[in-house]
């Protein structure tokens, strides 16, 4: 089975979602920042500190080719991943796409507490998410075989619903372990 790429906005739930479905269904999970920090030894901040955006998304880059080269896995990739056109052309190429979509007011009431995310490290955090989300959403379109909201409900839900349109868009999903 080729991998399960879930792309979107910082705080669409990529991880979480991607982690509860991988082990529902016995496949392997890699979230692609936390491989990337592993990988370097060092967080992302200092990564963006050190080398730049550039720097960060040329790693990245790297990083999710290698990923995309792996079978039975789920890839939560970084929600700038999509911004590289070489990104957008492998994860066509190579992967079942889901854009995890959530709007504006919900992605900033999950992230306005969040220090972690250096692009979000500016006086008016919510205009620049919302300036990402206008940026990003036409190329997690792009690159979606399929869209699945995050907006409402339980992770469970949300799951459950990724499921559903996995299966009807033909991925032979392993049977839930659970």
Excluded at 39 to 63: K, N, S, Y
Excluded at 84 to 91: D, H, M, P, S
């Amino acid at each position: 089975m080729e991998p399960i790429v879930l792309v979107g906005m910082m705080g669409a739930g990529k991880t979480t979602v991607g982690k509860a479905l991988a082990a529902r269904h016995g496949l392997a999970f890699v979230d692609a920042d936390e491989a990337l920090e592993a990988r370097t030894g060092v967080p992302i901040p200092l990564i963006f500190e050190m080398e730049g955006e550039a720097g960060f998304r040329d790693r990245e880059a790297r990083l999710l080719d290698e990923l995309l080269a792996r079978e039975n896995l789920v890839i939560a990739t970084g929600g700038g991943a999509v911004t590289r056109a070489e990104n957008r052309q492998r994860f066509k190429r190579r992967g079942v796409v889901v854009y995890l979509e959530a709007p504006l007011e919900v992605l900033w009431e999950r992230l306005q507490h969040d220090r972690t995310r250096p692009l979000l490290q500016v006086p008016d955090p919510k205009a620049r998410l919302a300036a990402l989300l206008t940026e990003r959403d036409p190329w997690y379109r792009e690159v979606a075989d399929l869209i699945v909201t995050t907006r409402h409900g339980r992770l469970s839900a949300v799951v459950q619903a990724l499921e559903e349109a996995l299966i009807a868009y033909g991925v032979p999903l392993p049977a839930p372990s659970a």
